[in-house]
């Protein structure tokens, strides 16, 4: 292999602070064996007649040794040694305790006779601990490796070492075989295979533990190169497939998630399989394998997550390897990682962490080339079959071919030559509908860097990739083989700037460049037709369009304002910018500057504004001007959150967006864009579904005769078959009812009841006393005192309360309704609020009191930081104050919550009582301040400017 280009994944964004270099270390500078030796010595002479003596006095010896060893190891990472430096001093620590140990069980504790052959035992080590490294709080595999059968001598050595060992507080797994066992086992086992190949002599009789490495390498390496490959290749393929099969979740497994530690061991696994040696040094000397800057980033890869794994195991104290957020700040502060900007330095420990997992990537497909090539020279039959090969298919284009079904290249240097034909390699796989070889893409990765501007700028490249983008009928797979080998940055590189980009925070599932291609693949499926029962509307719109150009470029584009400031501004410039350079005319490069600038606007206005409120929709529809534009403005947030992970996306989000969608089109298409025309399209709408209603399940309930259209144009069919039947077969004035939804699984509350004094409060003090979390909340009042309220409840897992389970939510009913009768007294709420792993978020709590926003009421609008009883306290705060509350929007986004209230003073009227608002905030922020670090902002800020009219 030639190496054409400098395949480094480092970002210098991301580039920890510089660390003070440590001196190398060896195992006498961190123990003392020799002494050690000696003072087991002492302390068996000592103690010769008192065998329990003698062990505890062993054991403090022993055990004072491995911690002090361990702990170096500690104190040499918090100073910036790399993780495979603490992972091999925690593993030499580890053998010197362990043959230091077995030398002093057979030698003192049962040592005064002569050993026959079959007494002879060897120790290795086995599984990751026999390849020399070791995390803080790994398991330490252990094989006790004996000629015959079992002896008591060799019964009662290894029980005394267990024990010892077990003493320690280590957590030692381990088997006692002969070899003629280990290799029947490998051979019906691949973990055992596994684990043998990475078998490490450390005590005892040495020749048995040749013996097993002469069968091992006779009867399981020689002619079993392939087996051996695919199967292990089939065992990642499973492995990522149940992590996800993605790398870019933001809570990543360092061991087992795609481009983590196991990957990179299935990589040295194939290779010392393969083509031989013993450590790491070995397997990277190969350079028939990885050239000398491959072997730098997979050395690098290896010594930054092994540092990450590393730090979870002594922040946590056990065997965690979820990189969950509460360790994230910790961690990237420990490794170096500082603020820079509006960059935290977890984003960029995140980014860089993403970027290492990608260079793993990148390394698998070097490797599956090689092999491939090698198995296909030897006509191989397991592996061939592995990589699916089949009959050879002719592709007409200069410097392409095909190989074993495989879109390839005919030589390395032919992008190196011909940087824009890197393009041309997914347009022709696309075109021909065949996968792309390893080959070709390691060699993408090895010459993206002469990848320039005056190639992305030619017409060329320009037309090949707007082709990828638009013309293709799944553009998300193609589009992620470009990113994976880091050609897609360099064709956009304003989308390159927001790669393995983090976001801190609980809402967002994947990084940045993940949910953008999520959501471009969201946007191709409803030009499809695919999964149009998701959002109907948007399938029935997208052949309306006209600017579909515009549209999959501003998803592209979409993001790419973040970190760099506000993110509307900011990814409105980024993608005018990068739409000119593709060649686009200004008034088109416009549309897609203006609708990344105001991608957020709609899903804002629809989840946290009364979209029945006339003067929302004429706001709206002042600012979105046309119905291309809305109808644009609609498939792009519908996509932007289907993205943002699972379970975020649900039909009261479609129907709130398909009814703001409905009222704005009626406004703009009519040119009935002023408030009062706009009522009177809302009431007519609203009329509509009452008749609807009507004919569907006849005579109305009287409780939803007097809801106005607030209540009408906000809920879907299903959900007012549902209330119109609940509300008839009600013996009182009340319901209180709870039902799984049969659309997406959560569970909903449903409740129609006479309107009073801290009626909300005490509903939502009961709901939060049975241990719900409210995901969503919606109440509506109607004209003669009526109140509807509905919300959606979770648990703190974010999944549906009680898992559904029938018992619990009639116990939440009841409590409900009991509250409702008697008023609620809280229990559970007054206990003390114990933070999760969402306590190292900082959410700065905002109050705005907007009167311009409606005709009608003050909109209160509130953000800052969820936790239990929050909403139950805020709305104790509004109802002490004689303020009626008219409707409320209440939502969850992760660690943040935005509730909205509409409100009036006692007298119906909007309030404009300097004092009551300020009292009201400074009662607010205390609430959002409490069990925080934050001090809270001061009422004279809030209350400052009430929002404009322009923003939602």
């Known amino acids: 292999m030639t190496d054409l280009a400098p395949a480094t994944s480092e970002d210098p964004t991301s580039k920890p602070a510089k660390r003070a270099k440590l001196k190398p270390w060896n195992i006498e500078s961190v123990m003392d064996t020799r002494k050690l030796r000696v003072q087991l010595q002492a302390a068996a002479m000592d103690h010769m007649q008192d065998q329990k003596a003698m062990r505890s006095r062993a054991m403090d010896l022993m055990h004072g040794a491995l911690f002090r060893g361990r702990m170096i190891a500690q104190e040499r990472l918090n100073e910036g040694a790399d993780g495979l430096d603490t992972a091999r001093l925690l593993a030499a620590v580890q053998n010197e305790v362990i043959s230091t140990l077995f030398d002093f069980t057979t030698n003192y504790v049962f040592g005064e006779r002569n050993l026959t052959s079959g007494e002879r035992l060897a120790v290795l080590a086995v599984g990751g601990y026999g390849r020399n490294v070791l995390a803080p709080s790994s398991d330490i595999d252990l094989l006790f490796l ?62 048995i533990a040749k013996n097993l490495f002469d069968r091992y390498h006779s009867d399981l390496v020689q002619g079993r190169a392939s087996q051996f490959i695919a199967a292990k290749l089939n065992e990642r393929d499973k492995r990522h497939k149940k992590q996800g099969d993605t790398r870019y979740v933001v809570e990543p497994n360092v061991k087992e998630g795609k481009g983590g530690l196991r990957d990179l061991q299935t990589l040295f696994w194939l290779v010392r399989h393969t083509y031989g040696g013993d450590t790491l040094e070995d397997i990277l000397s190969h350079r028939e394998v990885f050239t000398e800057e491959e072997a730098r980033i997979f050395r690098k890869a290896g010594m930054f997550l092994w540092a990450v794994r590393c730090h979870i195991h002594y922040l946590t104290g056990r065997p965690e390897e979820r990189l969950s957020f509460d360790l994230q700040p910790e961690i990237a502060k420990r490794m170096g990682f500082e603020d820079e900007g509006s960059r935290l330095g977890v984003e960029r420990f995140m980014k860089q962490y993403f970027l290492e997992t990608k260079a793993v990537g990148a390394l698998t ?249 006339p003067r929302t929709i004429s706001q709206f529809a002042e600012r979105v001007g046309t119905l291309e534009r809305l109808q644009l403005l609609l498939i792009l947030t519908v996509a932007d959150i289907r993205a943002v992970g699972p379970d975020v996306w649900n039909g009261w989000k479609g129907q709130l967006l398909r009814e703001l969608y409905t009222a704005t089109a009626a406004a703009l298409e009519s040119d009935h864009v002023k408030e009062q025309e706009v009522a009177v399209d809302l009431d007519q709408r609203a009329a509509e579904t009452r008749n609807a209603l009507v004919a569907r399940k006849g005579d109305l309930p009287p409780r939803l005769q007097q809801m106005d259209s607030a209540y009408w144009t906000s809920q879907p069919d299903v959900q007012l078959d549902w209330h119109v039947d609940e509300l008839r077969d009600a013996q009182g004035e009340m319901v209180v009812t709870c039902r799984v939804s049969p659309d997406s699984g959560a569970v909903e509350l449903f409740i129609a009841a006479k309107d009073r004094e801290k009626l909300f409060a005490d509903i939502v003090g009961a709901i939060t006393d049975e241990g719900a979390t409210i995901a969503t909340a919606q109440i509506f009042t109607g004209k003669a005192g009526g109140v509807i309220d509905l919300f959606v409840l979770q648990d703190d897992e974010g999944r549906a309360f009680a898992f559904g389970e029938k018992s619990r939510l009639d116990r939440l009913s009841a409590k409900v309704a009991d509250a409702i009768e008697k008023g609620h007294v809280p229990t559970k709420l007054a206990k003390p609020f114990r933070a999760g792993r969402e306590a190292v978020f900082v959410v700065d709590p905002d109050i705005i009191f907007d009167n311009q926003g409606s005709a009608d009421y003050t909109i209160l609008e509130i953000t800052g930081k969820e936790r239990p009883g929050l909403l139950f306290d805020i709305a104790n705060a509004i109802a002490k104050r004689d303020i009626r509350l008219n409707s409320a929007h209440a939502g969850a986004y992760g660690e943040r919550i935005h509730d909205t209230f509409y409100v009036q003073s006692h007298d119906g009227t909007k309030l404009t009582d300097g004092d009551l608002t300020e009292s009201l905030a400074t009662d607010l922020l205390e609430i959002l301040s409490r069990d925080s670090d934050l001090a809270p902002r001061t009422p004279a800020r809030v209350l400052a400017q009430a929002r404009s009219a322009e923003s939602f």
Request: overall charge negative; proline content about 3%.
């Open 146 to 207: 004996r000629n015959y059968k079992e002896t008591p001598w060799a019964e009662s050595v290894i029980e005394y070492m267990l024990y010892m060992l077990w003493d320690m507080g280590l957590k030692v797994g381990h088997a006692f075989r002969t070899v003629d066992e280990c290799i029947r086992l490998a051979k019906e086992d691949l973990n055992t295979e596994t684990a043998l190949l990475d078998a490490r002599y450390l005590a005892g009789d040495e020749s």
């Open 365 to 613: 497909r070097i490797l599956c080339a090689k092999l491939e090539a090698d198995q296909q020279k030897s006509k191989a039959g397991g592996l061939l079959d592995f990589f699916g090969l089949k009959n050879e298919l002719r592709i007409d284009q200069p410097g392409f071919k095909v190989v074993s079904g495989r879109l390839s290249i005919e030589d390395q240097a032919f992008f190196f030559l011909n940087p824009v034909e890197m393009l041309r390699l997914f347009v022709l796989a696309e075109k021909h509908q065949i996968d792309i070889h390893p080959y070709a893409l390691s060699a993408v990765t090895r010459s993206r860097s002469y990848f320039s501007s005056k190639h992305r700028e030619s017409p060329e490249a320009r037309e090949m990739f707007l082709h990828l983008l638009l013309d293709t009928k799944d553009p998300g797979p193609v589009l992620r083989m470009m990113n994976e080998a880091d050609l897609l940055g360099q064709m956009v590189p304003e989308f390159g700037e927001i790669v393995s980009q983090t976001q801190f925070n609980m809402y967002h599932h994947f990084t940045v460049d993940e949910h953008t291609l999520q959501a471009v693949e969201a946007i191709a499926e409803m030009e499809r037709g695919d999964k149009c029962d998701i959002f109907p509307l948007g399938c029935e719109l997208f052949p309306q369009i006209k600017h579909k150009r515009a549209l999959y470029l501003a998803m592209l584009l979409h993001d790419t304002g973040k970190g760099l400031g506000d993110q509307q501004v900011e990814g409105a410039i980024t993608a005018k910018r990068a739409s000119r350079r593709l060649g686009l005319d200004e008034a088109e490069a416009d549309l897609i500057a203006w609708l990344v600038g105001n991608h957020l606007e709609m899903s804002d206005c629809a989840q946290k504004r009364d979209i029945s409120d």
